[in-house]
């Protein structure tokens, strides 16, 4: 029997049908083994030794494929055909090794790039052994990541509170959002004016923009003022124009070609408006094969555009049945990638299948739409050039001293158009070259020597405009460009960048947040070397040479550590007092920014003695009084906008309460904007939080009075006569009874909710319960246990939060909100209460037996919590 092992259970059962009844094919899951989340699982000081583990799931899998080996007569490794592919490979080989399982069972590795029968088969036929260059490569950079996260990532959170952590790509693609964000701060708007003329010459009118004035030429923002625009206009008006030339050019255009992982996730954004992730989860749904298709793309993680000649001879074939012999190109195109640092291991993304057109096919929505984009542009790209006739048409007065141009273009052969045009990305406006003209639109025929009369004249005024900010696609081209990690890591490297809240998406912009320029700043001020472009690009070039057998993966290692671990001790040992004084510099022009009138925009508002700084807690950063604790002054971080209308310290009168005729005031506070109904002396005042997406600079009374009158009563259950309130509360809006606690869809329906819908999300929430007494919903979702594979979760108990992984129940510190533990957080208290549980439980004679062992392994969790605690109680001075 033949034992085939791949990484997930769709590929398996595509890949089974093939190969008969001879073969078993297994699924591993993806990585069966991996480095813990927790010091030790690299060893620099051992020469890098790395220990894996595998957790739950992985083991039980691991156990399986083991014992399915032990019956087999041949271990074939079908992973993934890429570094990762290669990687599980080597993992479970190691593995079985490990369980003495393999015994004389011969072990091959094989590698298709499309899971089509033909290439399983041919793939089976022409087996391997595993290629070691590409699993140190794989060795690499796990090591390198695992370093740069548990060496730097905990500096982070001693000396900058509220920072989640740090990663080798993660913080150079966070920088490239930040100096974007920069860019546009320090971004000076010009003016200037284009200038127009409707003309005719004994034609049909067309019209031609202003290129000469007073002799001489006139680039894009020379007309600076609307004197100089005036001037240039009576210059038109009274000139006396002719044709001086009419110049047609024709030219050809020719086809992208085919996609590669970082143009299919850029593509897919700018056309589909999928994110990186979503891109890559539809594609590899399609490479694995949906119902009985088979696999439908080639291996879709590859920075390759060549095509096999079998595909480019599909593509000829269906260009010539669909679109006649002129679409098809006398020879095949060939193409090769400009993309820094690129591999080309493997053929770009196209179908496995060109015949099978997008239409013959009744997929899900997003696979349907990719499969599409991915078909035309593979169609496309071996498609004839597009074919056009450019004019550009000169006219000028008799005394040469004003000049206008016309520009046109016509398609006179469609070509690859017919199928496909490349998207192209949002430009700079007003930028050199920018808008020269316009060229998609079609001119009368002209004649040189022809006089041109002027039928009117526009003067525009114009601003140019800040930089873009990156979209999902100019940010992963960006990355590309410098040779900033690697396509297959980008959606991941992105989705990171989004869930440590280090930057929002806006209509598909990447706005940095305070914490992510924070987090920046510090890195730049303390580690620049490891967050620069060209140290990067040159790290990756570094790896690729391991990957190629050019370089030894341990002295890359070497190389790297010795410097990068003397910059994290250094910074360890700085004082947080040091740390503020160095950001308050690099980011004084964000949160201090330069006041009107030209007095000290550090001088507190509130009691004009003090400077601004920026202070720590273990909410994270924000800006108080240096003379606090007498003066109590504190905002956000984000600086005050004028924009709101509100003063410096953010607070402002919305109007009367029309109950009480009190004062209703929005005031920012450290920990974010909130209304306030001003009490009678000796009262409490009553507060609300603004919710999330609410713009303090556009609240209004109204929206201010509905808040505070939270929580309101919905009506009584039916079923017990109790009431139903529906309320804001720190994880969002909800319904409330009887203890229960429901989820409202967005906060406009916690203000209209009515009875019916309240009843109904009560009952859906506790049909989600096993039975009475059962633990609420987690307040948080942490993710796996690296070690036991169990979920972590954050809960509300009866005495307070904590957080459950299995069995295991660990309550939070005092002090510690909730919705920021991370899991980093987590894991050392799950493992302190793991190690004192068994200790309480364990017989009295083996305590006697072993006094001195216990003690011993008792030492370290007794340190380990006083330790953190001064770590955050050092960093909040």
């Known amino acids: 029997m033949n034992l085939v092992i791949v990484e997930s259970p769709a590929k398996a059962k595509t890949i089974n049908k093939y190969l008969g009844s001879g073969y078993e094919v297994l699924a591993s899951y993806g990585h069966v083994r991996d480095l813990p989340s927790k010091d030790g699982s690299v060893l620099p000081d051992d020469d890098f030794s790395m220990h894996w583990e595998a957790d739950a799931k992985g083991a039980k899998r691991l156990s399986e494929i083991a014992e399915a080996a032990k019956r087999a007569d041949r271990v074939i490794l079908a992973t993934d055909p890429d570094r990762e592919g290669e990687a599980i490979s080597w993992h479970v080989l190691e593995v079985l090794n490990k369980k003495k399982v393999l015994k004389d069972t011969h072990v091959e590795r094989v590698t298709f790039n499309a899971i089509t029968k033909s290439a399983v088969l041919e793939a089976m036929a022409n087996p391997r052994q595993i290629d070691m260059e590409l699993v140190e490569a794989y060795l690499a950079r796990r090591a390198l990541d695992y370093l740069v996260g548990f060496t730097l990532s905990p500096v982070l959170w001693r000396k900058l509170p509220g920072a989640r952590s740090a ?103 700018r056309k589909l408006g999928f994110s990186a992730q979503r891109t890559m989860q539809a594609a590899q749904k399609l490479y694995e094969g949906v119902d009985e298709t088979g696999g439908l793309i080639t291996y879709m993680r590859t920075d390759g555009v060549q095509t096999t000649p079998e595909g480019i001879a599909q593509a000829r074939e269906v260009i010539a049945k669909e679109f006649g012999p002129a679409f098809v190109p006398q020879e095949a195109r060939y193409y090769k990638t400009k993309a820094k640092n690129a591999q080309e291991a493997h053929e770009a993304i196209r179908p496995t299948n060109i015949a099978r057109h997008p239409d013959s096919l009744r997929l899900e929505s997003d696979l349907q739409r990719l499969y599409e984009l991915i078909w035309k542009r593979m169609v496309a790209s071996q498609m004839e050039a597009a074919r056009m006739d450019r004019t550009t048409v000169e006219i000028e007065t008799s005394d040469g001293l004003t000049g206008l141009r016309a520009t046109g273009q016509v398609v006179t052969f469609d070509g690859f158009l017919a199928v496909y045009e490349e998207g192209r990305d949002e430009k700079q406006k007003g930028a050199e070259g920018d808008d020269e003209g316009d060229e998609t639109s079609r001119l009368p025929a002209l004649k040189e020597g022809a006089k041109a009369k002027v039928d009117a004249i526009r003067t525009d005024q114009h601003f140019t405009e800040p930089p873009p900010r990156y979209s999902e696609a100019t940010l992963v081209k960006k990355l590309e460009e410098l040779g900033i990690g690697r396509p297959s890591t980008y959606a ?41 472009y060209d140290f990067t690009a040159a790290l990756e070039t570094r790896l690729d040479e391991v990957s190629a057998g050019q370089l030894d993966w341990k002295v890359l290692l070497r190389e790297f550590w010795s410097d990068f671990h003397a910059a994290t001790q250094a910074a360890g040992e700085l004082r947080t007092t040091a740390i503020l004084d160095a950001l308050n510099e690099s980011l004084g022009a964000h949160i201090f920014p330069a006041k009107e009138d030209g007095s000290d925009p550090r001088e507190c508002p509130l009691c004009h003695q003090g400077q601004l700084s920026l202070k720590t807690s273990r909410f994270g950063a924000f800006i108080g009084c240096a003379r606090y604790p007498d003066c109590k002054y504190t905002r956000p971080v984000a600086s005050p906008s004028a924009e709101d209308g509100s003063a410096e310290s953010g607070d402002r009168e919305l109007g009367m309460d029309p109950e009480t005729g009190q004062p209703v005031q929005l005031k920012i506070g450290r920990f974010g904007p909130y209304v306030e109904i001003t009490p009678p002396e000796g009262e409490k005042p009553k507060r609300s939080s603004l919710p999330k997406g609410w713009s303090p600079a556009s609240l209004t009374l109204d929206q201010a009075l509905r808040l505070l009158a939270l929580p309101r009563e919905v009506g009584v259950h039916p079923e017990d006569g109790k009431m139903i309130t529906a309320g804001l509360g720190r994880y969002g809006p909800f319904v409330l009874h009887a203890g229960t606690y429901a989820n409202v869809s967005d906060i406009d329906e916690v203000f209209e909710v009515g009875l019916n819908r309240a009843v109904a999300l009560l009952a859906e929430k506790r049909a989600g319960r096993p039975g009475r007494g059962a633990a609420t919903a987690p307040l948080k979702d942490l993710g796996a246990h690296p070690e036991t594979g169990e979920p972590i979760h954050v809960m509300a108990g009866r005495f307070g939060p904590y957080v459950k992984s299995g069995k295991i129940n660990a309550t939070l510190p005092k002090g510690t909100a909730p919705e920021d533990l991370t899991l980093e957080d987590a894991l050392p208290l799950l493992a302190a209460k793991a190690g004192a549980a068994p200790k309480k439980k364990a017989p009295a004679a083996k305590k006697a037996a072993a006094p001195k062992k216990a003690a011993a392994a008792k030492k370290p969790a007794a340190k380990k919590a006083p330790a953190k605690k001064s770590a955050k109680a050092k960093a909040e001075e």
């Open 167 to 269: 990663g080798r790509v993660q913080s150079v693609a966070l920088r490239i959002v930040v100096d974007r964000e920069m860019e546009i701060e320090k971004f000076k708007a010009q003016e200037y004016w284009s200038i127009e003329a409707d003309l005719n010459a004994d034609s049909p009118p067309f019209t031609a923009r202003l290129v000469k004035h007073a002799g001489k030429r006139v680039q894009r923002l020379d007309i600076k003022d609307e004197v100089t625009a005036a001037a240039a206009r009576a210059a038109i008006d009274a000139g006396d124009f002719t044709i001086n030339s009419v110049e047609k050019k024709p030219v050809r255009r020719n086809p992208a070609p085919p996609f590669t992982t970082s143009t299919l996730q850029q593509e897919a954004s």
């Open 492 to 532: 991941s490297t992105l989705s990171t960048l989004r869930d440590r809240e280090y930057v929002r998406v806006d209509k598909n912009r990447f706005y940095p947040e305070d914490k992510g320029r924070l987090v920046t700043a510090f890195l730049e001020q303390f580690f620049a070397k490891w967050v620069e």
